[in-house]
């Protein structure tokens, strides 16, 4: 039924793995608890990567130990719990969390290296994977796995681990932020309501003062201090009060400051030789006459005609001195407990009211910092999402066979380097897939990857397409039009079915690749352009070249790097994994319960020949899922034509040999299948082309090769 070695199951779960990591993305959003988020990671984890003991360590910088925080065990152990502390010096945790590296265990039987190691294994730990936590340069601890099997974990494993350990970094920095903000809240609604309470018993007392009440109980703010040092005043029958708060370790601001028959403007004065100076302190003070002569440097006093002084300081919840409450006389003052009994009423009211302002502006701050953390995730979020889209189609690339990874490699190879390539390689290889993964690892993965399918553009358009043109330039051209190779500018173009371009056409395609300009149809002015150019072909260009239907010059020019891409049918090795990958997808998106191919399905899958490639395979599983109705999905007889597979399709290498003696039989059979269940249409939503997932022009290639001919009702 397949090749069924473990790294072949590996790889069959892609699919799952990058589920796995959209799974944790979603929960580092979802999940605002920390027990929540971890255990909610935990599980996707375990749908992909199976073990009996996950655990998270976090570094705490205060002790300089990392402290396991979360844990998730099957496996008994008299030490191994929430709130075990490893060093970093002597530890495998700690050696990751310093390295920055991950570190694999194979088997504790013969490795080790640590002490705790040693109680690993005493507690049937055979082998573990433990990766960094690192997020933004700074390592925050680590995530660890393990099973009791030896040699549970791959390196592929490892990568991936990383991949979603990278994930819960950011959900550890984020949520401690998070944490901290949400503390810090916490705190300054907990020092309002005690600001409150404090207000209303204060307010209780101040009715039997109701000859200052009476302006300031019901105002707030800066009305509040305007009414407090206007009634005051009034009260005491002095011509100047006011109040002030903090500003430095000896500055101060006025508040409000009633100056005789109005309020002056606020200053903020230094108290250094001045009345207020102990005040500030802390203490109170009273100065009931020659006022002047105590502090000759005040020269304010000597202004004021002020005479006598008496001082109060605000003090906030904590009893530290916020401000100051001072009235000034231009006689002398009487002393009495009764006048400082009624300032340290009001003193305390304004200190009560100093501190409520400032919680207000630090709760304001505080819900500014959580909006802007709230909308930090949501934009980490959209990247991590947006970065899972972008890799989606280079990962489509499914398989292990060593033909597939002879074109990886070619691919990591010359993605960096900038120079054309050309693809070659039968319709339904994934040959665009091949270019997006050059394009995404090169040097202008930023810059946009534009695609033009050469065949699908009438030969009179095809100038228009490549260069655009200006308004006027023939009959339709109404406005002006920007040509691809301009809006890849920067970026990468990729010419698909190159081999269909007209020889007219090819001559300024080779001008565009050799002297990086054009100009637009109908225009005199020439357009530079900064462009690498991705090929691909279905056709023997070679052999077109020698029947002088293209170009020789061109076809070196794009020929610099050739890359062929194998058919299906080279590496039947792949197929199971692809049809584990297509049955995923398809299965989540139109809700089927598949979860499995049945042995016969599979054999039968190995055992064709497939003309049209992987673009064929997955319009057959697509069709499958869609007509399936169990967990096991089966194939009906109209889906593939009949197929006896010999002894040796069931290996990869005997499949191959076996179906290459029958192959255009295979695939006349094929398409005449599918012409007939179209009623010979071949274009449309409904044509033979749509179901083999064919250019109607490349079908009819085929057609006219192998003799077939359309029947008589055909509609296209």
Not at 133 to 158: C, F, I, K, N
Not at 530 to 545: H, K, M, P
Request: net charge neutral; hydrophobic share 40%.
């Amino acid at each position: 039924m397949g090749d069924r070695r473990p790294g072949v199951e590996r790889t069959a779960g892609e699919a799952a793995r990058y589920r796995t990591l959209l799974e944790i993305t979603n929960a580092v959003v979802s999940n605002l608890t920390r027990e929540a988020l971890f255990h909610a990671i935990a599980r996707a984890l375990r749908r992909v990567m199976p073990f009996d003991r996950t655990a998270i360590f976090l570094h705490d910088p205060e002790r300089d130990v990392l402290r396991l925080s979360v844990l998730e065990s099957s496996l008994p152990s008299d030490y191994f719990a929430v709130g075990l502390e490893m060093t970093p010096v002597d530890s495998h945790v700690g050696r990751v969390f310093q390295t920055r590296q991950p570190l694999r265990r194979r088997d504790l039987m013969t490795e080790r290296e640590f002490p705790m190691e040693e109680r690993a294994l005493a507690d049937g730990v055979r082998s573990y994977v433990v990766v960094p936590l690192v997020a933004r340069g700074t390592s925050l601890g680590a995530l660890a796995v393990a099973s009791t099997r030896p040699d549970q974990y791959s390196e592929a494993d490892v990568s991936f681990f990383q991949e979603a350990a990278n994930q819960v970094a950011l959900a550890v920095e984020n949520m401690k932020a998070y944490e901290e903000i949400m503390a810090l809240s916490a705190r300054l609604q907990t020092d309002y309501v005690q600001l409150q309470e404090e207000t209303d018993r204060r307010r209780v007392a101040e009715e039997l003062l109701r000859t200052i009440t009476v302006g300031t109980a019901s105002v707030t703010g800066e009305q509040f201090f305007s009414s407090l040092v206007r009634h005051l005043a009034a009260a005491f029958q002095v011509p100047y009060a006011f109040v002030t708060e903090c500003v430095g370790k000896s500055r101060v601001r006025t508040l409000a400051f009633w100056k005789g028959e109005g309020f002056a403007e606020n200053v903020e004065y230094d108290v250094a030789g001045t009345p207020c100076e102990d005040v500030l302190n802390g203490e109170i003070r009273c100065h009931v006459s020659n006022l002047q002569a105590l502090f000759p440097k005040d020269t304010d006093l000597r202004d004021l005609a002020a005479e006598s002084y008496l001082g109060m300081p605000l003090f906030d919840s904590s009893g530290g001195v916020v401000g100051h409450l001072a009235v000034l006389d231009t006689k002398p003052m009487v002393e009495d407990s009764r006048t400082t009994s009624v300032m340290q009423v009001f003193a305390a009211r304004a200190g009560t009211e100093v501190k409520r302002l400032r919680a207000e502006q630090e709760l304001r701050v505080a819900l500014r910092e959580i909006e802007a953390l709230k909308s930090r995730l949501h934009e980490e979020n959209l990247y991590l999402q947006e970065e899972i889209r972008r890799t989606h189609h280079v990962e489509e690339l499914v398989g292990s066979s060593p033909a597939l990874l002879r074109v990886l490699q070619q691919v990591e190879q010359v993605a960096s380097t900038g120079s054309t390539v050309l693809i070659a390689g039968e319709t339904g290889t994934g040959k665009e897939l091949v270019a997006r993964a050059i394009h995404d690892r090169g040097a202008r993965r930023d810059r946009p990857l534009v695609k033009v399918n050469c065949s699908a553009i009438s030969a009179g358009l095809v100038e228009s397409e490549f260069f655009g043109h200006v308004k006027g330039a023939f009959t339709g051209a109404l406005e002006r039009r920007v040509g691809r190779f301009e809006l890849a500018n920067g970026g990468t173009i990729f010419l698909d079915e190159v081999g269909e371009l007209p020889l007219e056409t090819q001559v300024k395609l080779l001008r565009v690749l050799q002297e990086n300009e054009f100009e637009p149809v109908g225009s005199s002015r020439t357009v530079r352009v900064d462009v690498r150019v991705i090929a691909a072909t279905n056709r023997d260009l070679e052999q077109a070249v020698r029947a002088g239907r293209f170009r020789s010059d061109l076809f070196y020019r794009l020929n610099v790097f050739p890359l062929a891409v194998p058919p299906l049918r080279e590496r039947r090795s792949d197929i199971p994994q692809l049809v584990t990958f297509f049955l995923a997808r398809f299965a989540r998106r139109f809700g089927r319960p598949v979860e499995t191919v049945s042995e016969e399905a599979m054999e039968r899958l190995m055992a064709y020949a497939w003309p049209g490639n992987i673009r064929e395979l997955q319009n057959v599983i697509e069709r499958a899922v869609v007509l399936s109705r169990s967990r096991v999905l089966e194939l009906d007889s109209d889906l593939l034509p009949a197929v006896t597979p010999g002894p040796a399709s069931r290996s990869s290498r005997g499949a191959a040999g076996a179906a290459l003696s029958s192959l255009e039989e295979v695939e006349r059979s094929h398409i005449l299948a599918v012409l007939e269940s179209t009623g010979g249409i071949i274009e449309g939503p409904r044509g033979a082309a749509t179901i083999l997932k064919l250019h109607p022009n490349t079908l009819r290639s085929r057609m006219e090769k192998l003799g077939i001919r359309r029947p008589s009702q055909e509609a296209s």
